[in-house]
Every structure is written in structure tokens, then in C-alpha cells.
């Protein structure tokens, strides 16, 4: 990770977070479940979904225990910090291209409507097909119908946050059709029946031994066998990828990808990525779905000259990611000639409709808040229970779902505030307020609903606690419980927080705040 | 008529959502202060490119006269042992000449050849569309001298060849160029360098899908 071409790290189509904080039960394991009431076609990932993920510290045990594995991650971790600033610096302007990036996103989302219904005129215009998608059982639908149509049992994909987010590739197994990962980490991720470790490098849980024994054992179930004299160089395990999934490429009929962009005023569709994936998926097949969340439009093709700066160096911090792809529906021949584009909703609207919290929508996924996030550093991406984590997750998803449930109230509690997000984020989302405002939200709620406002919060922490033992330094949780209730307390924690207080004191509000301990211990 | 429905209950959720907002027309309502299309302030526009490109690991050459290019990429194709090259339709006739003295198959893609076909093509050389210094990008938009997606993708080693005055300073004077193309529905594929992956052990490789090898060709 050390010059300026490493993979991105997420930096896929819908960029970043990509790999999605998965759960912790796949975490290193060999073999997942296996699905018993049909034959699968796709290796079975493990048992359970996201939300439902495992108590942090189980798979955080395994983390801390593997020094090596944790050594890589941070390594990991700071040279993306490290390279971001970099090249942020570089450019005079960049600041201005943040306001840009800030005031075009919320152009867009000012007037949704307005490009929304450009966006599907231009498309139908240019030959594509346009399907709408209120949530993620009718995306689902509308992709399974799409695929079933074309008379195929399989699909090759881009890595997308937006197919994770609606659990699609769950959807088409169950429905009979394999999809098929071809990023590098994800087929690994994918044929060790496993799910992403880590957002950043999402199979950095498997050393080399281990993903040759993967390539030799599943490949050749799945497609084009590994060479039997494969050994562990990552330039020959890459090569087997390359000649595993050149296969699936040219026999896939279908493909399957999200969008980084999608420009109102011609109909043009972006995906930014690196290993050559995304082109394969885009060009080759006869068809192409792309899943696109209604907040991925910008206005005018001019604007791309502002994202596609900021992207690139916000994401994997390189000047410019490896390839660049743009389509205006279909081109006769070239490429496919059957295009659809499916805009989903998701709870979308419901985050708009909220003044406050609605510019989390500016994000373009760039992973930037969560390579700076000093809490997201320490507990992983597992303990947000979404695909979206990190300071964007603790904003998106709880507006996203609703907040409705224990996950969805306790992660606007689970930040410092310590701001290093909002410093860095490409479209100058204001995460620490939304946070707040959030904050309020769920108390108010909390109020309204005549429940014990101090249980409440007692139970927020204690969740919040539960999946981060780190969280012991973050004291500021605490003086937000103080502050709310005028009372002190949280010296025991209650129910499952319980194991937690009983190993350590929980300081009551530090003496230092944890920005000014940050700062000191790494500024 | 499920997805009739589905888009009047989309827009309508938007709509409801939207009710703070009063002023109908965009621009009117959220001014965006940019200034679009501008160059950026880089002295040495060739030399930046060439150094930025370079930095990808890719290979650049100069031609000094337009009757070098045919040696040139002649050169190139040697060096990485290629033994069949496709080209696009609309390329410059000429400039395959001395690879073909070479005894290299060249394929025109005209008409299309079948994937199958061109998986088992070493090479490919097009023309390009827009460079940019600051970020050591070239764009195509695959117009007759550059020829369709499938063929600057499949082949392992892309011979590029760029002229002097299609290279500018970054991507907004880029963009501004290359917009006409992208409202004629030209599909557009941005280039920096071979691909790269660093998935396995954080251990660079370089070249997973895409072409591993790609020469850059400046021509005047
Ligand atoms: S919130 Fe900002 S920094 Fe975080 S992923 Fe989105 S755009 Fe990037």
C-alpha cells in the first residue's frame, strides 16, 4: 500500500464502502453453512444477516488476537488516511471543490423530482428501459423478472453497495440464478463462504496460503478450475481470478452493476473502479441492470468534472482510479443492447423529508469519514449492523430504516463527535450534527413515547459499549446520557452491558475530551 | 402497470418530502459557485502528462514526426511479444505498416469480430480521444479511430496513441471537452494506467482484467 496504485479499497461502483460491514460469524472461518433446502448454486455465505450480526466482541476476539491481521489493518488504515491527504493537498482548489461537490448534490436533491423524471426521459430516449423501485422486495423482483426473461440461471456483478443494501444476490439464489462477484476480494470473499472483513481490504482476513487453498478447492466447482501447480504468489492467484472470471465474462449473458453517477440532462450512467471488472460486466454481456438509489443523479455532465475529482482522490486517495466508464443507454453495436436501469427509493424519500438530516443523501460513498473515524478504527465495521458503517452508516442507516429498532437508535449514539469526518468528507456532509439532530430525534421519540427516557439511554450505551470495548475512552457517550438526564450515572450498566462494567469503571464525563486526546496522541 | 405505480408513489414520496422547498427552478433556488470547464494552472502541460503516466507504470513514447509512428508502435508490439493485433475501423492505415512488415496479424474490426475471436488477440491499438496532465488519464470515446468498448479491453497490451493538442490540464477542461461525445451518446472510457489490485495481502499486482501492458504513444 505504498505507492500510488494500490487497489481502492471499495473505491468499486458506488464506491467505497463497497464491501459493507459485514457480518463478524464469517469472520476467518473456513467453511460457511450450507443452505439445506435447495441446491445452491453460489457457495453459501455464513448463517444470519446483517442486522442480526453477532455481538462485536466475538469477532473482535479474533481480530485482537491475530496481531498480524490487526497490524494489516491498521497499516491499512493509515495509509489510506495518509494518501487521501495527500493528494487532497495537492489540488489549491480543493476546497472549493468540496462547496461544488456540497452544492450540486443538494441542487439535485432540492429538485429530485425534476431530475428524477429527466433522467427516465433521457434513458427511455437513448433505449434503455426504466423501472422504479420503492423498496428493496420490488428491486428484487424487478431484477429476478429481468434476469428470468433472458431464459439464465447466472449473472456476473459489480461490487455494489446499493445490490448489498437490498441483499440481492441472496434474492437471485433463492430464485435460481447464481450472481457471480468479480472483484478480486469479493470472489475470494465470496468462494471462501465468507463475508467482507473489512471495508477497506475486504479479504485482508485470508493470507496467501489460504486463498490458494480456496482457489484450488472452489474454483473448479464453479467454473474454470485453478491451475493444479497454483503456488502463492499474488501475481499467479491474481492470474487465476483473472482466468476464472475471464470465462464467466465471456459466457455471462447478463449483467448486473450499481452507479456512481447517473447524469439527468443526457442519461449517462458512471461507474469508477480499478481492476478492469466493471468494464468486463459493462461491455460484454448482452444485457446490462444497473441498481441505482434515486439521491445517485447529478444534474449536468459538467458536474462530473467536480465528482470525478473528488471521488478518486477522496476514495483511494490516486489522482484517478485505474478505469472510468460512462454509457447513454444503449449503443448500437456496442455493448449490450438491452439496458435497463432500476431506481430504487429504500427509505430514500423518508431521508429527504427531513430538512436536517437530508444532506447524508449528498454522499457518494467515497469511504473517506470511515478511513478518519477513530471509533470505526477500533470496533470495525461489524458493530454498525448495516452495510453502510462508519460515521455515514451511523447518519444513513438509521434514517434510511426509520429508526425503529435498538440498532437504528443506538447508532447516532455510537461517535465521539470528534468531527475528523466531517473535515474530510468529499460533499461536506455535516456528519457530527446530523448526529445530533438524530440524537434529538430518538429522545424526543423516546419522550413522546412515555418510556423510561434513563432506560433508554442506559440501554443505548449499553449496546453501544457491547460492541466496542474500546469504547471505554470514548467517555463523551456518557456526558451526552448526563447531559440529556441532568443525572449521573452509567457506573453499572444494565442487562447484557452487564460483563462490560464489570471488567472496568466507566469514567464519568473525561476530564480531557476525546478530540483533544486524539489530537495529542496522533495530531 | 406495477411500475407506473411504482414511479408515481416514488415521486410522490419525494415530492411530499420536498415541501420545504418553494423556488421551483433549480438554478434559481441552490446557485453551485464554480466556474466549469476552466484549465488549470500547469505549466508544463506535456512533460506533466508524461510523468503522471509513467507513474502508473505504463510505458510512453514520443514520436517527433508522424512518419515515426508506424516504427514506433512496431516497437511496442515487439516488446510485448504480441503476435495478432485487432485495430478499430477509422485507424490511421499507415501507422500498422511496419508491424505488418513484422509478419503480425492485424485484424480490423470491421466487421465486428466475435468475443471469442478477439479473446485470443494479444493487441490493440487506438486512437484517443482527450488527455489529462494532473491526473495522467487518457479518455476514449470510441469513435471510428478508437473502435468499439470490447476492443481496448480483452486484448492484453493497448498501444494508445495521443496527439499533442488532445492532452490538456485536467479533468475540468476535459470534461468540457469530452461532453459533446457524451451528448452524441458516445459511450466514453477513462484510462490511468493498467490496473491494478493490492486485495491479496495488502501485495501489489499489477493488471487484473484489463490490459496488463499499455503504451502510451505521443504523437505530434
Ligand atoms: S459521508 Fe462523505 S466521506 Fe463518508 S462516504 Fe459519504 S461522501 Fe465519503
Not at chain 1, 158 to 180: C, D, F, P, R, Y
Not at chain 1, 384 to 403: C, D, E, K, N
Not at chain 1, 466 to 492: D, I, P, Q
Request: charged fraction near 25%; glycine fraction near 8%; include cysteine.
Amino acid at each position: 500500500m505504498s505507492d500510488n496504485r494500490d487497489k481502492e479499497q471499495g473505491l468499486g461502483n458506488e464506491s467505497s464502502a463497497g464491501a459493507g460491514g459485514g457480518a463478524g460469524a464469517g469472520l476467518g472461518v473456513g467453511t460457511g453453512t450450507v443452505a439445506s433446502t435447495h441446491q445452491r448454486r453460489t457457495p453459501a455465505p455464513p448463517a444470519g444477516r446483517l442486522i442480526d450480526s453477532p455481538p462485536f466482541p466475538a469477532a473482535a476476539a479474533r481480530l485482537i488476537g491475530n496481531q498480524t491481521l490487526r497490524a494489516n489493518m491498521r497499516h491499512a488504515t493509515h495509509t489510506i488516511r495518509a494518501k487521501r491527504a495527500k493528494v487532497a493537498a495537492e489540488l489549491p482548489n480543493w476546497e472549493q471543490l468540496r462547496q461544488a461537490g456540497a452544492q450540486i448534490k443538494d441542487r439535485l436533491g432540492r429538485h429530485l423530482d425534476y431530475y428524477l423524471e429527466q433522467l427516465e426521459a433521457n434513458l427511455i430516449a437513448n433505449g434503455a428501459q426504466v423501472h422504479w423501485a420503492a423498496d428493496a422486495d420490488e428491486a428484487n423482483r424487478i431484477i429476478i423478472e429481468l434476469v428470468k426473461a433472458q431464459d439464465v440461471d447466472e449473472v456476473v456483478k459489480i461490487k455494489s453497495m446499493v445490490t448489498q443494501e437490498i441483499e440481492m444476490n441472496e434474492a437471485l439464489e433463492a430464485a435460481g440464478i447464481a450472481a457471480w462477484e468479480t472483484d478480486l476480494a469479493e470472489l475470494i470473499v465470496q468462494l471462501g463462504h465468507d463475508r467482507p472483513s473489512n471495508i477497506l481490504v475486504p479479504a485482508i482476513h485470508r493470507n496467501r496460503d489460504e486463498v490458494r487453498e480456496i482457489f484450488l478447492r472452489e474454483m473448479k466447482l464453479y467454473g474454470k478450475p485453478a491451475p493444479e501447480d497454483l503456488d502463492n504468489e499474488p501475481a499467479h492467484l491474481a492470474a487465476a481470478a483473472r482466468a476464472h472470471l475471464r470465462e464467466k465474462f465471456l459466457r455471462a449473458k447478463v449483467a448486473i452493476s450499481g452507479a456512481n453517477f447517473c447524469v439527468a440532462d443526457t442519461g449517462t450512467l458512471v461507474i469508477v473502479e480499478s481492476e478492469g471488472n466493471g468494464r468486463m460486466c459493462l461491455t460484454l454481456p448482452d444485457v446490462l441492470i444497473s441498481v441505482t438509489g434515486i439521491e445517485k443523479l447529478v444534474p449536468t455532465v459538467e458536474d462530473l468534472e467536480v465528482m470525478l475529482q473528488l471521488l478518486p482522490r477522496s476514495s483511494t486517495g490516486e489522482r484517478m482510479n485505474p478505469y472510468t466508464s460512462m454509457w447513454t443507454g444503449v449503443t448500437p453495436g456496442d455493448g449490450p443492447q438491452e439496458v435497463h436501469v432500476v431506481l430504487l427509493d429504500n427509505g430514500r424519500s423518508r431521508v429527504l423529508a427531513d430538512p436536517e438530516g437530508r444532506a447524508a443523501l449528498r454522499c457518494i460513498r467515497c469511504a473517506a469519514c470511515m478511513h478518519s473515524c477513530p471509533v470505526y478504527e477500533r470496533v470495525g465495521g461489524h458493530a454498525y449492523g448495516s452495510v453502510y458503517p462508519g460515521p455515514i452508516g451511523a447518519i444513513l442507516s438509521p434514517q434510511l430504516r426509520g429508526i425503529n429498532d435498538a440498532v437504528d437508535k443506538s447508532l447516532p449514539f455510537a461517535s465521539t463527535l470528534c468531527g475528523a469526518c466531517a473535515e474530510v468528507c468529499p460533499v461536506k456532509i455535516p456528519i457530527p450534527d446530523i448526529l445530533v439532530h438524530l440524537r434529538h430525534r430518538i429522545v424526543e421519540e423516546v419522550k413522546r413515547k412515555h418510556l423510561g427516557l434513563e432506560r433508554f439511554l442506559m440501554g443505548v450505551a449499553g449496546w453501544a459499549m457491547a460492541r466496542g470495548r474500546r469504547f471505554g475512552r470514548l467517555g463523551k457517550l456518557a456526558g451526552v446520557a448526563r447531559r440529556l438526564t441532568g443525572r449521573e450515572y452509567l457506573r453499572r450498566l444494565p442487562g447484557p452491558a452487564h460483563n462490560w462494567t464489570r471488567a472496568r469503571d466507566l469514567r464519568m464525563p473525561p476530564k480531557q475530551s476525546f478530540r483533544s486526546w486524539w489530537k495529542k496522541e496522533h495530531g | 402497470m406495477a411500475e407506473t405505480t411504482g414511479k408515481e408513489r416514488i415521486l410522490a414520496a419525494v415530492r411530499a418530502a420536498l415541501s420545504d422547498v418553494t423556488v421551483d427552478d433549480p438554478v434559481l433556488d441552490s446557485p453551485i459557485d464554480w466556474q466549469y470547464g476552466q484549465a488549470t494552472a500547469v505549466e508544463q502541460v506535456l512533460a506533466l502528462f508524461i510523468e503522471r503516466v509513467e507513474d502508473y507504470k505504463a510505458v510512453v513514447l514520443s514520436a517527433a514526426t508522424a512518419a515515426e509512428i508506424p516504427q514506433l508502435i512496431a516497437d511496442c508490439l515487439q516488446q510485448a511479444q504480441a503476435t495478432t493485433v485487432v485495430v478499430p475501423p477509422g485507424l490511421e492505415p499507415a501507422w500498422t505498416t511496419t508491424a505488418e512488415l513484422d509478419g503480425l496479424r492485424i485484424l480490423r474490426d470491421d466487421p465486428p469480430l466475435d468475443k471469442l475471436e478477439l479473446d485470443g488477440v494479444s493487441a490493440v491499438i487506438t486512437a484517443a480521444a482527450v488527455g489529462m496532465a494532473e491526473t495522467g488519464t487518457i479518455a476514449l470515446d470510441h469513435r471510428a479511430d478508437q473502435g468499439r468498448r470490447i476492443i481496448s479491453l480483452l486484448p492484453d497490451t493497448h498501444i494508445c496513441i495521443i496527439r499533442r493538442d488532445q492532452i490538456c490540464t485536467d479533468v475540468p477542461q476535459a470534461t468540457a471537452r469530452l461532453a459533446a461525445a457524451i451528448r452524441d451518446k458516445q459511450p466514453i472510457t477513462w484510462i490511468s494506467g493498467p490496473s491494478a489490485t493490492s486485495d491479496i495481502e495488502l501485495s501489489r499486482v499489477e493488471g487484473v482484467h484489463g490490459p496488463r501492458n499499455l503504451y502510451v504513444l505521443i504523437a505530434p
